[in-house]
DNA sequence: TTTCGGATTATGGATTTCCGTAAAATACTG
DNA sequence: CAGTATTTTACGGAAATCCATAATCCGAAA
C-alpha cells in the first residue's frame, strides 16, 4: 500500500472523505492542498528531499477566486507532475464524465484511476487504492468505463475546437476568416471553414450551427 | 436549533460532512436521502406521524443513474416541500453560483439560505443555521451575495426560455413557429419570433444566435 | 363609438449561412 | 518527372437569418 499521499481538492468536503479514506488504510503520511500551485511545490519540494510522494489524488477542476494561480486545473496539474516524476500513481477524482476529458487523461497523461464522484465513490476509490498499489493494472469507475472503448476516431483538431470557440463567442464565420488570416492560422478560406464546419456537423449530428455549438459545450469540448 | 433535520444529497462526501457539522451542534436526530423521491416522502411521512422536520439541507443538482425519479432536481424538491409543509427551514447547499438560479431560489422557493459548496463551505454551513436558527433571517454565501442584487429586470418569460431551448436543440426558426402554430403558443408569427430573438440579444448582448445560446447556457438559463 | 397605444403580424430587401461543384495548389508515388 | 490523390480555395445559387418599416388587431380609456 501507499506511504506517502498527497491530495489536490478544494473541497473540504471530498478532504475529509478521502482522509478518512486513507487512515481506514493505515496511511498516515499524507498531507492536502486546495490549490494545484500548491500541490506542484510540494511535490516537487519531496523530490528535492529525496522523500518523494508515492500517489497523487486530484481533483480535476478547482474554483477560481481571488488568488492568482498558474495551474488551474487538475489537469494541467496531473500532466505537470506526470512529467515530472514519471513513476508516481496518480488518481483523478472528479465528478466529470464527459468521455473524451477522460480518455485524454488515461492516454496522454498516463493517470492510473480515476474514480467518479457520486453516490458510491468512497468505496470506489477504495477499490481504486487496492488495484493500483498492488499492480500497474488501471482502475475506471463503472460508470464511466464506456469512455475508453469508445473509438478515438475524434478527427477533431485544435483549429476545429478554435473555431467552435470563436463561434460561441459571438463571431461570424467571415470574422473568424479575417483573425486566422491574420494570425496566419492554416486554412483560412471562405470554404475551408464551411466545409469544416460541415464535417463538424456531420460529426455531431447537428442540424445546424446553434445546435453544433449547443452540443460541443454539453460535452466540454468548448 | 433545530431538531429535526433531513438532507437531501446524492454524495456520501457531502453527507458526512453535513453530519458532522450537525453534530457539532448536537442535533442528533437527522436523517438523509440520496434521491429527491426519497426525500420528499419522508418529509409526508413525518408531517403525517405528527413529527415534522423543521429543517431541510437539500443539494441542488443530482446524479441521474439506473433509478427512475420523479423529482430530479433540488430545485423542484424544495419547491414541492415549500409548498406542503410552508414554515419549514430550507437551506440549499450547492456549487451552483448562476445568480438567476439563486434569485429565483429566495424568490420563487423562498429558501432560508443558500451556502455556495467551495473552499470553506463547512464554515459558512455553520453560519447559516445559526442564522436561520435563531431568526427569519436569510444567509447567503458572500461569494454570490451579489446574485440578490441584482437588478430583477428580467423581462424574460416563458415564451423566450422556450425558443432559446429549441434554438440549443437544433430546431429553426420556422421550425419553432410550426411548433407554436400546432401548440397554439400566443404569439407564433415570424416577425413576433425575430423581434423576441432580437430583444434577448440585445439584452444579453449578444452578437447573433449562436452567441446567444451560447450565453444562456454559460447562465443557466437554458 | 371613437381614439389611442401596445402588441402582433406582414412584407421586402440586405446580409449571412448553407451546400454543391469545380478549379487550383500541394503532397505522395512510382 | 508524370500522374494520382488529397487538401485548399473559388464561385454561385438556395436557404435561412437579420433588420427596418408598415399594416393590422385589440383592449382600455375618453
Redesign the interface.
Known sequence: MFKKVIIAE?????N??VK?TLSDFDIVNFQHA?YCDDAFLKIRKAIQDNEPYDLLISDLSF?K?HREVKIGSGDELIQKVRELQPDIKIIAYSIEDKNARIKSLFEDSEINAFVL??????EELKKALNIISASDQKFISP?VASALQEKGNYEIDDVDIKILKY??????QDEIIEIFKSSDVKPNSKSAMEKRLSKLKDFFK??????L??IT?DMGII
Open positions: 478544494d473541497f473540504e468536503e471530498f475529509l472523505a478518512q486546495k474554483k477566486d464522484k457520486g453516490r458510491n465513490s468512497i460508470e463561434l460561441s463567442d459571438g463571431t461570424s447537428a442540424n445546424n450551427t446553434v445546435h455549438v449547443s459545450k
